[in-house]
């Protein structure tokens, strides 16, 4: 019975950790795209806003690394932010990219996924497994 309340309770600190990161890449993606916006006109606002986004982003990922490792947690936020951020120039903001653009994009990507499945995890007995 305790050890099943363990489980369920260690369960919700790693889903509110994943959140927690998501948040952080959305604020990120959010404060780093306004950046576009400088050049327009309201300087001021568009920076204030940017650097609220990024100090947001910051907290929220305090929060996730207290669960999550800190090399996974950074290498995910970065390569999910800087895709995303290449989307919304793509699709948003008309930005071209080249083809070794989206080689590396892809290259990024791949490494994050192998930098997941090399994470220590535990099983349910509380043994890590590589």
Same mark, same amino acid.
């Given at each position: ?54 100090? !947001? ?7 996730? +690394?207290?669960?999550?490792? !800190? ?20 699709? +948003? ?16 990507? !791949?490494?994050?996924?192998? *930098? ?13 497994? *590589?």
């Amino acid at each position: 019975m305790l050890k099943s309340c363990f489980c369920k309770f260690k369960e919700r600190l790693v889903l509110k950790a994943w959140i927690f990161l998501m948040l952080t890449i959305v604020c990120e993606v959010f404060g780093v795209s306004v950046m576009n916006y400088s050049q327009e006109g309201n300087q001021i606002f568009v920076y204030g806003f940017m650097f609220a986004m990024i100090g !947001v982003a910051y907290y929220f990922m305090s929060l996730s +690394i207290r669960t999550i490792s !800190v090399g996974v947690a950074y290498a995910i936020w970065e390569i999910v932010g800087l895709s995303l951020i290449t989307l919304i120039a793509v699709f +948003i903001f008309d930005t071209s990219l080249k083809t070794q653009e989206y080689i590396g994009l892809a290259l990024a990507i !791949v490494g994050i996924v192998l *930098v997941n499945l090399g994470e220590k995890h535990e099983d349910e007995k509380g043994v890590e497994n *590589v």
